[in-house]
């Protein structure tokens, strides 16, 4: 059930395919049968984001004209006097719904671990 090796998340579609993904490269499940709609209902997709949310690691969401962009965020290298967070972009996902934004980005955040246990994302300040 991989993926084709020149798929991206940024090419997944909504649908059964990427939920059966999800299901397993999330919440560590091999899909038996029917798994839940995590790519195209949002309150359903919000699961994912219980599943993954860890500190220091937060998350936004938002609008921008049709789409939604769904972005995992880390805390920024900052001054150690400042008493402000500040935290930018580590893994994004777009798409025209929120719930497919929403595992667009899990799957980049969960493919981000590299084998010495540090991590890497399309980190860009925003």
Request: glycine residues 6%; proline residues 9%.
């Amino acid at each position: 059930m991989s993926p084709p090796s020149n798929w991206t998340s940024e090419e997944a579609e909504a649908g059964p395919r990427l939920d059966r993904l999800i299901e397993l490269r999330v919440f560590g499940r091999k899909p038996l049968g029917e798994v839940p709609p995590y790519s195209t209902d949002e309150e359903t997709a919000e699961r994912v984001i219980a599943q993954l949310t860890r500190p220091p690691l937060r998350w936004m969401s938002l609008q921008d004209g049709d789409d939604w962009i769904f972005q995992w965020r880390q805390p920024m290298t900052t001054d150690p006097d400042s008493t402000a967070s500040r935290y930018e972009k580590f893994v994004s996902g777009r798409a025209s719904t929120r719930a497919l934004a929403i595992c667009r980005a899990a799957l980049k955040l969960v493919g981000s671990s590299r084998p010495d246990g540090s991590t890497r994302g399309d980190s860009a300040r925003v």
